[in-house]
């Protein structure tokens, strides 16, 4: 079966950094796209970034380019985001997903199996 494990968050203060790892079981990373998405309370969920390992791109939302990385390590199936010079705004749960296809898109509906999310809290 397809699934996802999210893990990695915790609390770090402004300005520190985090890597979260989502590690992949019952396909590899080349049949899906892998996104990454965070919700903070009273807020939308909204997509941060995605790779698709078979087209060799990826993908930022503005508000973390050139501060966040997604990057992936076939050999263990897993995915990452390391997380730098966080802000308070950064805070909120993060969730990966698999896609539907190959290929990176932005909406939620695009992806079909979500991990349970973990929490990272930025404090100032």
């Known amino acids: 079966e397809l699934q996802l494990v999210e893990s990695g968050g915790g609390l770090v203060q402004a300005g520190g950094s985090l890597r979260l790892s989502c590690a992949a079981s019952g396909f590899t990373l080349d049949d899906y796209a892998i996104g990454w998405f965070r919700q903070a309370p009273g807020k939308e969920r909204e997509g941060v970034s995605c790779?698709?390992?078979?087209?060799?791109?990826?993908y930022y939302a503005d508000s973390v380019k050139g501060r966040f990385t997604i990057s992936s390590d076939n050999a263990k199936n897993t995915v990452y985001l390391q997380m730098n010079s966080l802000k308070a705004e950064d805070t909120a749960v993060y969730y990966c997903?698999?896609?539907?296809?190959?290929?990176?898109?932005?909406?939620?509906?695009?992806?079909?199996?979500w991990g349970q999310g973990t929490q990272v809290t930025v404090s100032s």
């Open positions: 790779i698709s390992t078979r087209e060799g791109s990826t």
């Open positions: 997903a698999a896609g539907v296809d190959y290929y990176c898109a932005g909406f939620a509906r695009d992806y079909g199996a």
